[in-house]
């Protein structure tokens, strides 16, 4: 929830050399901080106008399966077909779970080095 703070990205945002701007948010409707105001992620009204929203999906079994064969394939490690399904299990139950994955992943082939 932004209020000030969004008048000072809403000017950077508006210059010649405006930056990328990337926000990650689960909000949903809500009050903008400081008003009784409800807006998407709880972002003012006249910033939200210069925002380009891209709603982000849960990925599937199917696809964290893929992810972690690519991720052995690039880092050179290999795991057998019960630590997959336990990862990928894992990484359904939890958010953020690809991440811990992929730390562990990182992890395991920088001790074998």
């Known amino acids: 929830m932004l209020d000030i703070e969004c008048f000072f990205l809403n000017c950077a ?3 010649e050399m405006a930056p990328i701007l990337v926000i990650a ?3 949903g409707i809500t009050n903008v901080r400081g008003t009784n ?3 998407p992620h709880g972002i003012p ?3 939200l106008d210069c925002l380009l ?3 982000a999906q849960p990925y ?3 696809e964290i399966c893929k992810i972690l064969d690519i991720r052995c394939e690039e880092e ?3 795991m057998s077909m019960s630590a997959k399904v336990s990862l990928t299990k894992i990484a359904v139950e939890t958010s953020r779970g690809l991440d811990r994955l992929e730390g562990g992943l990182l992890w395991n082939q920088m001790k074998k080095t």
């Open 45 to 47: 009204a006249d910033f």
């Open 13 to 15: 945002l508006e210059t």
């Open 53 to 55: 929203i891209i709603p």
């Open 25 to 27: 948010t689960n909000w």
């Open 76 to 78: 050179d490690v290999e």
């Open 60 to 62: 599937t079994e199917d």
């Open 37 to 39: 105001y409800r807006t």
